[in-house]
């Protein structure tokens, strides 16, 4: 929408350009401070949120762990029977239960055992007690080079060590027991590998949960097997086995380490195996998990949720960690819709404010205005930005001081006006009734003083006439428009009639006045109006023109405009005068002193006139000559047309016009200019014209002067 005032235009780019700059500063800002906050705070809030309302859950894959275990023997039940079977060889019953004979032997052995390995975890040698019963059952075997080792020299019995060294080579010769084979073995394959001795304490497992671990119940055990299981401990403290089983694996460990000791595996080898199957038993368990249903995935790891939403991670083990993320996520699903809320709060803020910014200009101009208008005084106080508004408020403020300072003048003279009317209209009406009272009361006065008395009486009237007529003047032109009806009409018998109505005013003060039109032909005016505009401006200079000159009425006339000027030698108009000689009631000081003064509108009805044919009048007073200049359209297009351009200013024209006065008007009964003639009285008898009607088609008819209407 385009402004009109360039207050309006400075009040736009203050309010629309603040709010533009504010917006982008709030939005740069707004987006600088939610990517520091996405980068640095929300990845740790929304990692707080995340573990404080789920927990992470391991695939459980004991299954596929379990079936890759079998293929490397580790789950084999058979090397174990194969190691009683060794025992049984050595002598040891096989029935089953007859453990129970043989428990407190058992017992023993398994406490000198713990108590060597708890020696070996603190570093400090073994009890005598412990040594002998180690002495006793375990020379001879691999364990045995451990022990001495630990705990010290033990005396050897060399029959029972090469029996047993026999034995042993024969079982390594013969192959066909794994037991014992695998025993030596893994001896050799642990010192060789340096891990004969566990780089960390071997916890001690009894033999009754490796017994267990077998598939045995320990009361139903034979003797064989308590032995078998005895030694199998033994075998996995000399190669030093420690393991601890994967999360998500359900597998007994002891299983395993039993059969890895039966193998002959050292831990690192056994780890291999493990760090190969985990990974490959993870990654099965997870392709399986994902193809359940939402609802059985939540019951597979243990929760009840009907809509889970799963994150899943997988660390460098392999493992894979689940956990239901549906709390958070609902609780992230605000964070867009909350930056949004205050995105937009703030936006709203910042036009909100703009919006008061801009209602706090009004206040501002509503309060300077009801200053100027209540207090003329007061000093009219607006922001900067108003600047142009204060402006134009103080030039308002000084127009309005001078139309009241105009209207009290204007309202002063109407006043004025009407205590001379009054006077003046007193003044005759007194000397009419006086002489008709003498006429009617005295019946035998010579004629001749009757005459003079009539003569009085009638030229006290005709003043009369002329003030109420002024009156009626009042009253149609201050209080409604003027009408204009247009004919075609000569410019020069239209000058010619209204110089002549004036014949006797101006030769009863010796004045001729001069009527030249040049080469002009006719206009489009209204003429009864014209005439009236004319003959009140042709009135005003034969009541001011100094005795015994001329006043010049001329006209010129292009295809716009016809101009009408009047040019009189007299008493000078001031420039203040000339300023406002065209207001209504305005009259010059010392005006009421003549007779000829009036109610100061005749000025003012022949400018309303003027105006309402679309034309222009003027004045001009320079050097004891004034000069009135009438402007009026010559055709119904000229009054459309573009005002004047070109040529003499209109103040040097009135001075060139005035000039041509000057020189017109030198000395009584000069040469008339060319194209004039001296003007005659169309009624003599009354000393004054014949009253016409408003000319048509260049013609004028005489009209009874009781019958005549008013212009």
Not at 180 to 185: I, L, V
Not at 682 to 695: E, I, K, L, Y
Request: glycine fraction near 6%; aromatic fraction near 6%.
């Amino acid at each position: 929408m385009a402004l009109k005032t360039d207050q309006a235009k400075v009040l736009r780019r203050r309010v629309l350009g603040g709010l533009a700059r504010n917006l982008i500063l709030f939005t740069a800002a707004f987006l600088a401070v939610g990517l520091a906050l996405e980068a640095l705070v929300v990845p740790r809030i929304a990692e707080e949120v995340a573990d404080s309302t789920s927990v992470w859950r391991s695939l459980n894959s004991t299954e596929q762990f379990n079936t890759a275990l079998a293929e490397y023997g580790l789950l084999d039940t058979d090397l174990f029977a194969n190691e009683a079977k060794d025992m049984a060889q050595e002598g040891f019953s096989t029935k089953a239960g007859s453990i129970s004979a043989a428990t407190s032997e058992l017992d023993a052995l398994n406490r000198a055992m713990e108590a060597y390995t708890d020696a070996v975890a603190a570093g400090t040698p073994a009890s005598e007690a412990a040594r002998a019963v180690l002495e006793t059952y375990l020379q001879g075997t691999a364990l045995y080079t451990i022990v001495d080792a630990q705990v010290g020299d033990i005396e050897t019995d060399d029959s029972n060590a090469v029996k047993v060294e026999e034995s042993g080579s024969g079982k390594t010769t013969d192959e066909s027991d794994n037991g014992s084979a695998g025993a030596d073995s893994g001896a050799d394959a642990g010192t060789a590998s340096g891990e004969g001795v566990p780089a960390e304490p071997v916890p001690f497992i009894a033999y009754d949960a490796i017994l267990s671990a077998a598939g045995i119940d320990p009361p139903q055990a034979s003797v064989a097997e308590g032995f078998a299981a005895l030694r199998v401990s033994a075998r996995i403290q000399e190669l030093g086995l420690v393991l601890d089983v994967p999360s998500g694996i359900e597998t007994d460990p002891v299983t395993i380490m039993t059969n890895a000791a039966l193998l002959g595996m050292g831990n690192a080898e056994l780890y291999d195996i493990l760090d190969t199957v985990y990974p490959v038993s993870q990654a099965e368990a997870y392709s399986q998990w994902t193809m359940l249903p939402p609802a059985d995935q939540a019951r597979a790891v243990g929760l009840s949720a009907s809509e889970p939403v799963w994150q899943v991670e997988r660390s460098t083990q392999g493992t894979y960690e689940v956990r239901d993320i549906a709390t958070y996520t609902f609780v992230k699903s605000f964070k867009l819709p909350l930056a949004l809320i205050v995105f937009v709060a703030g936006w709203l803020i910042i036009v909100f404010r703009a919006l008061n910014r801009s209602l706090r200009y009004f206040d501002a101009l509503s309060e300077a205005v009801g200053k100027v208008i209540g207090d003329k005084d007061a000093p009219i106080e607006l922001p900067q930005d108003l600047s142009i508004a204060r402006n134009e408020l103080a030039v308002i403020r000084s127009q309005s001081l001078a139309d009241e300072r105009a209207a009290k003048a204007a309202e002063q003279r109407k006043n004025e006006l009407v205590a001379y009317l009054a006077h003046d209209i007193r003044t005759p009406l007194t000397s009419v009734l006086g002489y008709l009272d003498l006429l009617r009361e005295t019946t035998d006065l010579p004629r001749d003083t009757l005459r003079k008395y009539a003569d009085v009486a009638y030229s006290k009237a005709e003043r009369l006439e002329s003030l109420i007529n002024e009156f009626f003047e009042i009253t149609r032109y201050n209080l409604s428009a003027i009408p204009i009806e247009r004919e075609t009409v000569g410019v020069r018998l239209f000058c010619q009639q209204v110089a002549e109505s004036f014949f006797p005013e101006a030769s009863a003060r010796h004045i001729r006045i001069s009527v030249d039109v040049g080469a002009a032909d006719q206009f489009f005016v209204d003429p009864d109006k014209l005439a009236r505009a004319l003959g009140n401006v042709l009135r005003n200079a034969v009541a001011y023109a100094d005795t015994h000159s001329v006043i010049a009425l001329a006209a010129r006339q292009d295809a716009r405009f016809t101009t009408i000027t009047v040019a009189n030698r007299g008493r000078e108009i001031s420039e203040a005068h000339l300023q406002s000689i065209f207001e209504k009631f305005y009259r010059e000081d010392g005006a009421r002193a003549t007779r000829s003064g009036g109610a100061g509108l005749g000025l003012a009805i022949a400018k309303e006139i003027v105006v309402a044919h679309q034309g222009e009048i003027e004045a001009a007073s320079e050097r004891g000559v004034t000069v009135f200049t009438l402007r009026i359209p010559t055709s119904p297009e000229a009054e459309n047309a573009p005002a004047r351009d070109g040529g003499t200013p209109r103040r040097e024209g009135l001075r060139a016009m005035g000039n041509a006065a000057e020189r017109t008007a030198g000395t009584q009964g000069a040469t008339m200019p060319l194209g004039t003639a001296p003007l005659k009285p169309c009624n003599a008898r009354h000393g004054r014209p014949a009253r016409r009607v408003p000319m048509s088609n260049n013609r004028s008819i005489p009209q009874p002067r009781h019958t005549r209407r008013q212009p």
